[in-house]
């Protein structure tokens, strides 16, 4: 049975810093490119940081370039997001996600997309 297991979320000021965690197990991820995503009241879920399988390519979100940093580390089969200056806007539940991937639909175009998801931690970054 496939497992991701977020930590490290809770309360932060304004301009504050979090280290996200999360855990695998059921199998190695190590050949699986993964991510974290967030979803705020009322928002859709969206991308916020992906990294390759190896961990030489990574993508972020315009709105957390230069703030946030995903890590992972295949041997421990764990995969990081470091927040710093956060802002309000930041608060979300944040999920990590296995076998991410960018699909396109000719309908709705390029989106990403996750085999396995967290149960999330939540993330409130006050003013």
């Known amino acids: 049975q496939v497992q991701l297991v977020e930590s490290g979320g809770g309360l932060v000021q304004t301009g504050g810093s979090l280290r996200l965690s999360c855990a695998a197990s059921?199998?190695?991820?190590?050949?699986?490119?993964m991510g974290w995503f967030r979803q705020a009241p009322g928002k859709e879920r969206d991308v916020v940081a992906e990294i390759s399988w190896s961990g030489a390519n990574t993508y972020y979100a315009d709105s957390v370039k230069g703030r946030f940093t995903i890590s992972r580390d295949n041997a421990k089969n764990t995969v990081h997001l470091q927040m710093n200056s956060l802002k309000p806007e930041d608060t979300a539940v944040y999920y990590c996600?296995?076998?991410?991937?960018?699909?396109?639909?000719?309908?709705?175009?390029?989106?990403?997309?996750?085999?396995?998801w967290g149960q999330g931690t939540q993330v409130t970054v006050s003013s």
């Open positions: 059921g199998r190695t991820f190590s050949s699986s490119d």
């Open positions: 996600a296995a076998d991410v991937a960018l699909l396109h639909n000719p309908t709705t175009g390029w989106t990403w997309r996750a085999g396995y």
